[in-house]
Antibody, heavy 117, light 112 residues
């Protein structure tokens, strides 16, 4: 059973960079799946951030594309999110998830990132 | 910025049948892309409820949950409503304009 676990700082300063990692266990990150990041601001809905394939191919939400980088480390079986120039609007629970065909079938528990000075 | 619209809330008595709508456009549901559904209990990650082109259910999801699609809209039906069904529900599809996944605005289900 594939499991995902997010990790990273829970507090980031405005204009700083948010960096999170998702560790994948119970399966290979080199499988035929895309690996995604989704976020949810407090009390609000879900927003797709972007995704990566084990070849390094990526796809990003156009609204965040200029600030987002998703990378993969096959040797560590993990993938990462980097979001630059953050503001309070980026405060959210960030989830990593596995995209199976076109749906998200495995999710990490999520990690709250607060943007505040 | 959700491009799939859901009603903010739906309620029903135990045992009743409720439906949650998900309205999209010609670049997502109307383009023929499938719609998937998730249940999110407070403080937890979303859980897949309905997937695939035949609106299948993952192992462990009761057959009280079913999905359908027509035109630019989709629906999730819950029959025999139970207290444990109180949660937020989200639809999701693919959008060709965004070249990525899009989620619905979310619906809070209350069991009266």
């Amino acid at each position: 059973q594939v499991q995902l676990q997010e990790s990273g700082p829970g507090l980031v300063k405005p204009s700083g960079t948010l960096s999170l990692t998702c560790a994948v266990s119970g399966g290979s990150i080199s499988s035929s799946n895309w690996w995604s990041w989704v976020r949810q601001p407090p009390g609000k809905g879900l927003e797709w951030i972007g995704e990566i394939y084990h070849t390094g191919s990526t796809s990003y939400n156009p609204s965040l594309k200029s600030r987002v980088t998703i990378s993969i480390d096959k040797s560590k079986n993990q993938f990462s999110l980097r979001l630059t120039s953050v503001t309070a609007a980026d405060t959210a629970v960030y989830y990593c998830a596995r995209l199976q065909h076109s749906w998200f079938d495995r999710w990490g528990p999520g990690t709250l990132v607060t943007v505040s000075s | 910025q959700s491009v799939l619209t859901q009603p903010p809330s739906v309620s029903g008595a135990p045992g009743q049948r409720i439906t949650i709508s998900c309205t999209g456009s010609s670049s997502n549901i109307g383009a023929g892309y499938d719609v998937y559904w998730y249940q999110q209990l407070p403080g937890t990650a979303p859980k897949l409820l309905i997937y695939g082109s035949n609106s299948d259910r993952p192992s462990g999801v009761p057959d009280r949950f079913s999905g359908s699609k027509s035109g630019t809209s989709a629906s999730l039906a819950i029959t025999g409503l139970q207290a444990e069904d109180e949660a937020d529900y989200y639809c999701q599809s693919y959008d060709s304009f965004l070249s990525g996944s899009v989620f619905g605005t979310g619906t809070k289900v209350t069991v009266l």
